[in-house]
């Protein structure tokens, strides 16, 4: 019982070693108090918004026209396709569950048999 307690005492004993000096590392003030880097777009809107913001404008009514393009050519697809999975939804709604295997059929670690 004697060599576990020193053996525990040891272990404390180590832990509180000091192997980073007197004082915990501080964060660097000068990196968190300093300007932040802007990107180098970030000057091109600065130097004229109008200019950036047409081209925005620009690419917002491209990615609208794609977008409506896309699922305005769908939407039959689309619903044919939503009727179906409804009708199969339904289908496999009226169907019973298969019956579970007998204990002595059931395999080791098998998903559709009853614990032990």
């Given at each position: 019982?004697?060599?576990?307690?020193?053996?525990?005492a040891?272990a404390?004993?180590?832990?509180?070693?000091?192997?980073?000096?007197?004082?915990?590392?501080?964060?660097?003030t000068?990196?968190?108090?300093?300007?932040?880097?802007?990107?180098?777009?970030?000057?091109?809107?600065?130097?004229?918004?109008?200019?950036?913001g047409?081209?925005?404008?620009?690419?917002?009514?491209?990615?609208?026209?794609?977008?409506?393009?896309?699922?305005?050519?769908?939407?039959?697809?689309?619903?044919?396709?939503?009727?179906a999975?409804?009708d199969r939804?339904?289908?496999l709604s009226?169907?019973?569950?298969p019956?579970?295997?007998?204990d002595?059929?059931?395999?080791q670690?098998?998903?559709d048999?009853s614990?032990?």
């Amino acid at each position: 019982m004697g060599r576990i307690w020193g053996g525990l005492a040891l272990a404390m004993l180590a832990g509180c070693g000091d192997a980073g000096g007197d004082y915990p590392a501080l964060m660097p003030t000068d990196r968190l108090l300093a300007e932040p880097a802007l990107p180098a777009h970030a000057l091109d809107a600065a130097q004229s918004p109008e200019t950036v913001g047409s081209m925005l404008d620009g690419r917002a009514r491209s990615l609208a026209g794609r977008a409506g393009t896309a699922a305005g050519t769908g939407d039959a697809t689309l619903q044919r396709r939503a009727e179906a999975l409804r009708d199969r939804a339904g289908a496999l709604s009226q169907q019973l569950p298969p019956a579970a295997p007998a204990d002595g059929d059931c395999p080791q670690g098998g998903a559709d048999c009853s614990p032990n």
